[in-house]
């Protein structure tokens, strides 16, 4: 099995339905469900290549089971994660509500996760009736939390290029600042023996 | 001993064929040109100076020991040999005693401050170089020398002098409690590319993984094992879970799905088999591929987790795979952690964590049942494939599995055999009662009947069973010419209507 190199885990989390898939399709394959495809067998993980601040980075994106009854399980998921997207629906005032349960989570158990709102089907919302979360509630809670917030479609594209490189460069930033900690010994020279007490570690 | 003769030529002078001692004998190059009698006199005099001198050598050694132990702690004392007068033993066992104090005197030279823990690195350290190696340690090893010949010669030398050290090390280490174990870690390889270094890191992984697998694969100080049972029998009680329940979107019907599972379900078992980690953690990777393609099979879209995660819980179920909770903890404890946190297999393996976690706390609420539909499939007394419920749903459920239906229509039949047995049972048991009670009316007939005749032909019926063993007794003639020949019978009764 030829495993890729990823650096940065990306967890989606957010209610059933509320477009974390299509948000992935999207991103990676640039179409949308409505139309047929065979080339993938499938994308509840994928790998993304990006350029950002002029370093070449892999995105590793997971995306995790929404349904309620998995909800004790998520903690699993995005133990670890680099950065985290929490979706939410915005035709439907319920999903908010529980993204509102995950980002708290997140910065309870992950303090070094990024954590990333996601206001998805923004195309739907252009009448203002089928809008259910209220604007200014969201843009409140998302500065409370100290959270990006994006308005993406997935069905137009709109801001979901943003969004993902937004996470790129703040995770390039990181990255930069880990890489160059110089704590490599060169096998090429006589290294000293100090393995000798590997295992007390 | 004497210097030997010089040769010269293949002339032999007879003087040097014999005895070196004079004694007129031939000598023999292999007792150093003596004959056997000089050579065995000779030989019991060197003897005799060698062990006098190895016992002086163990009683100087002996007391330099006594002095070591005196100065350091006086509690470790189980391995120190007690004094011993020598001169009661024969001089083998001298010899014998003389080399054993010399190796227990070499661990102590080695270390300044003998302790405890000295000794225990040296004696498993001794153990683990003469121990035989399994087949698939020799052959990992193989591997890996193989491997290392594609590097640069120091530094291939270099990390094979490392995980030697490391496999010694930590084979003694098992010992003690659990550890974390991430020696290759800190190090990153300067100037090389980091494909190099993933390359070798996964090499070193295989060959210290495969040798160490006895000692760190479910170890005794941890619950793995507890675990294992527990999870096994969990799984085996939750046989009766259907992929409906769980909402797992796959089309049983269709064979190509069917081979699929299948497959996965292989995969995983297979897991066990592995030793090096990263070997199990492809397993786990091929499962997972398979339940994709199973996915896509079914629905005609690629598969999002929503759908996997169910199908995978679903795949373990029907697994059951052996020693899960031990190869969790492995896997977990022992992989590169890069790899279990981002990559692909991660992601992957992540998830099998999760189906057993929802295995473990699996309820009515989760499969949307009600409580006591749960417990009576947990207990057995109900089965949700058993025709309980309204025939339409069974049909479904029929068409949604063909391995059901044969199954289905052989429940069937059994059931109708078993009522023809019942049947069987209550007619059999009707004939009996219906036997007994003519049986008793035929006695009845008959002495109603006999109460109605004279009393000499009553006394001949009350004597009839007699005649009937004498009959039976007599050796030849056939019955009935007997009979009529007995002149004590009455004459034959006329048939009489029973009501008379």
């Not at chain 1, 898939?21 to 640039?30: A, G, I």
């Not at chain 1, 089971?65 to 998921?77: N, P």
């Not at chain 2, 003087?15 to 004959?35: D, Q, V």
């Given at each position: 099995?030829?495993?890729?190199?990823?650096?940065?885990?990306?967890?989606?989390?957010?209610?059933?339905?509320?477009?974390?898939?299509?948000?992935?399709?999207?991103?990676?394959?640039?179409?949308?469900?409505?139309?047929?495809?065979?080339?993938?067998?499938?994308?509840?993980?994928?790998?993304?290549?990006?350029?950002?601040?002029?370093?070449?980075?892999?995105?590793?994106?997971?995306?995790?089971?929404?349904?309620?009854?998995?909800?004790?399980?998520?903690?699993?998921?995005?133990?670890?994660?680099?950065?985290?997207?929490?979706?939410?629906?915005?035709?439907?005032?319920?999903?908010?509500?529980?993204?509102?349960?995950?980002?708290?989570?997140?910065?309870?158990?992950?303090?070094?996760?990024?954590?990333?709102?996601?206001?998805?089907?923004?195309?739907?919302?252009?009448?203002?009736?089928?809008?259910?979360?209220?604007?200014?509630?969201?843009?409140?809670?998302?500065?409370?939390?100290?959270?990006?917030?994006?308005?993406?479609?997935?069905?137009?594209?709109?801001?979901?290029?943003?969004?993902?490189?937004?996470?790129?460069?703040?995770?390039?930033?990181?990255?930069?600042?880990?890489?160059?900690?110089?704590?490599?010994?060169?096998?090429?020279?006589?290294?000293?023996?100090?393995?000798?007490?590997?295992?007390?570690? | 001993?004497?210097?030997?003769?010089?040769?010269?030529?293949?002339?032999?002078?007879?003087?040097?064929?014999?005895?070196?001692?004079?004694?007129?004998?031939?000598?023999?190059?292999?007792?150093?040109?003596?004959?056997?009698?000089?050579?065995?006199?000779?030989?019991?005099?060197?003897?005799?100076?060698?062990?006098?001198?190895?016992?002086?050598?163990?009683?100087?050694?002996?007391?330099?020991?006594?002095?070591?132990?005196?100065?350091?702690?006086?509690?470790?004392?189980?391995?120190?040999?007690?004094?011993?007068?020598?001169?009661?033993?024969?001089?083998?066992?001298?010899?014998?005693?003389?080399?054993?104090?010399?190796?227990?005197?070499?661990?102590?030279?080695?270390?300044?401050?003998?302790?405890?823990?000295?000794?225990?690195?040296?004696?498993?350290?001794?153990?683990?170089?003469?121990?035989?190696?399994?087949?698939?340690?020799?052959?990992?090893?193989?591997?890996?020398?193989?491997?290392?010949?594609?590097?640069?010669?120091?530094?291939?030398?270099?990390?094979?002098?490392?995980?030697?050290?490391?496999?010694?090390?930590?084979?003694?280490?098992?010992?003690?409690?659990?550890?974390?174990?991430?020696?290759?870690?800190?190090?990153?390889?300067?100037?090389?590319?980091?494909?190099?270094?993933?390359?070798?890191?996964?090499?070193?992984?295989?060959?210290?993984?495969?040798?160490?697998?006895?000692?760190?694969?479910?170890?005794?100080?941890?619950?793995?094992?507890?675990?294992?049972?527990?999870?096994?029998?969990?799984?085996?009680?939750?046989?009766?879970?259907?992929?409906?329940?769980?909402?797992?979107?796959?089309?049983?019907?269709?064979p190509q799905v069917i081979d699929m599972v299948e497959k996965a379900i292989t995969d995983i078992i297979e897991m066990d088999s592995k030793r090096v980690p990263q070997d199990k953690l492809a397993c786990i990777t091929r499962c997972s591929k398979h339940i994709f393609n199973a996915l896509?099979?079914?629905?005609?879209?690629?598969?999002?987790?929503?759908?996997?995660?169910?199908?995978?819980?679903?795949?373990?179920?029907?697994?059951?795979?052996p020693r899960l909770q031990s190869n969790l903890q492995y896997i977990t404890r022992f992989c590169h952690p890069n790899r279990l946190m981002t990559g692909e297999a991660g992601y992957y393996f992540t998830n099998l964590c999760c189906a057993v976690a929802f295995i473990e706390k699996l309820?009515?609420?989760?499969?949307?049942?009600?409580?006591?539909?749960?417990?009576?499939?947990?207990?057995?007394?109900?089965?949700?494939?058993?025709?309980?419920?309204?025939?339409?749903?069974?049909?479904?459920?029929?068409?949604?599995?063909?391995?059901?239906?044969?199954?289905?229509?052989?429940?069937?039949?059994?059931?109708?055999?078993?009522?023809?047995?019942?049947?069987?049972?209550?007619?059999?048991?009707?004939?009996?009662?219906?036997?007994?009670?003519?049986?008793?009316?035929?006695?009845?007939?008959?002495?109603?009947?006999?109460?109605?005749?004279?009393?000499?032909?009553?006394?001949?019926?009350?004597?009839?069973?007699?005649?009937?063993?004498?009959?039976?007794?007599?050796?030849?003639?056939?019955?009935?010419?007997?009979?009529?020949?007995?002149?004590?019978?009455?004459?034959?009764?006329?048939?009489?209507?029973?009501?008379?």
């Amino acid at each position: 099995m030829n495993t890729q190199r990823v650096d940065v885990k990306l967890v989606l989390l957010g209610r059933e339905y509320s477009g974390k898939t299509s948000l992935v399709e999207r991103f990676v394959f640039d179409r949308f469900s409505c139309t047929p495809y065979q080339s993938t067998i499938g994308n509840a993980f994928v790998a993304k290549r990006m350029e950002a601040k002029g370093k070449n980075l892999t995105l590793g994106i997971w995306d995790t089971a929404g349904s309620e009854r998995y909800e004790a399980m998520t903690r699993i998921y995005y133990r670890g994660a680099q950065a985290a997207v929490v979706c939410f629906d915005l035709t439907e005032n319920t999903s908010f509500q529980r993204a509102k349960f995950w980002v708290n989570e997140l910065l309870n158990c992950e303090e070094h996760c990024r954590v990333y709102l996601c206001a998805t089907k923004a195309d739907l919302v252009g009448d203002k009736m089928a809008r259910k979360v209220d604007l200014h509630d969201m843009h409140d809670y998302a500065e409370e939390m100290k959270a990006q917030l994006f308005e993406t479609s997935s069905k137009t594209g709109q801001n979901v290029h943003e969004l993902f490189q937004k996470i790129a460069d703040d995770c390039a930033e990181k990255l930069v600042f880990t890489d160059q900690t110089p704590r490599g010994v060169n096998i090429t020279k006589d290294a000293k023996r100090e393995m000798a007490r590997c295992c007390v570690k | 001993m004497a210097a030997k003769p010089v040769r010269k030529g293949i002339h032999v002078d007879h003087s040097e064929l014999l005895c070196k001692k004079g004694c007129g004998y031939y000598g023999n190059p292999a007792w150093h040109g003596y004959c056997s009698k000089c050579w065995r006199e000779e030989y019991s005099k060197a003897r005799h100076r060698q062990i006098k001198e190895d016992r002086e050598l163990a009683e100087r050694l002996q007391k330099e020991e006594e002095a070591a132990y005196a100065s350091s702690s006086s509690s470790s004392t189980t391995t120190t040999s007690r004094p011993i007068a020598f001169s009661k033993f024969e001089e083998k066992k001298t010899q014998e005693k003389a080399r054993k104090v010399n190796t227990v005197k070499k661990f102590f030279t080695t270390s300044k401050t003998p302790s405890k823990r000295s000794m225990l690195l040296c004696c498993p350290n001794n153990f683990t170089m003469v121990r035989q190696h399994s087949v698939e340690s020799s052959q990992a090893a193989g591997e890996f020398q193989e491997f290392l010949k594609l590097l640069r010669k120091p530094a291939a030398q270099d990390i094979l002098k490392r995980c030697r050290a490391c496999i010694e090390g930590i084979a003694v280490f098992i010992l003690l409690p659990m550890f974390s174990f991430q020696p290759f870690n800190n190090f990153a390889f300067a100037g090389s590319l980091p494909e190099q270094v993933e390359k070798t890191m996964d090499n070193v992984e295989k060959y210290i993984m495969t040798r160490l697998y006895k000692h760190v694969f479910c170890p005794e100080s941890t619950e793995d094992e507890k675990k294992d049972l527990a999870i096994q029998k969990r799984i085996r009680a939750l046989h009766w879970v259907t992929p409906q329940m769980l909402g797992v979107p796959i089309n049983e019907s269709s064979p190509q799905v069917i081979d699929m599972v299948e497959k996965a379900i292989t995969d995983i078992i297979e897991m066990d088999s592995k030793r090096v980690p990263q070997d199990k953690l492809a397993c786990i990777t091929r499962c997972s591929k398979h339940i994709f393609n199973a996915l896509r099979v079914s629905q005609n879209e690629p598969a999002s987790a929503d759908d996997f995660l169910p199908t995978l819980i679903h795949v373990v179920i029907r697994a059951n795979p052996p020693r899960l909770q031990s190869n969790l903890q492995y896997i977990t404890r022992f992989c590169h952690p890069n790899r279990l946190m981002t990559g692909e297999a991660g992601y992957y393996f992540t998830n099998l964590c999760c189906a057993v976690a929802f295995i473990e706390k699996l309820d009515a609420q989760s499969l949307s049942l009600t409580e006591e539909e749960f417990d009576r499939y947990m207990s057995g007394n109900a089965s949700p494939r058993r025709p309980t419920q309204e025939p339409s749903s069974l049909v479904d459920e029929l068409s949604a599995c063909p391995v059901l239906a044969p199954l289905h229509t052989n429940l069937l039949d059994l059931q109708e055999l078993e009522k023809q047995q019942c049947q069987l049972e209550s007619n059999a048991a009707d004939l009996d009662r219906a036997l007994v009670a003519w049986d008793g009316s035929v006695a009845q007939e008959v002495a109603n009947v006999a109460r109605k005749l004279p009393p000499k032909v009553q006394a001949s019926i009350s004597s009839f069973p007699l005649l009937l063993a004498e009959v039976a007794a007599s050796p030849s003639g056939p019955l009935d010419s007997e009979v009529e020949d007995s002149i004590t019978l009455p004459p034959p009764l006329l048939p009489q209507p029973a009501g008379s």
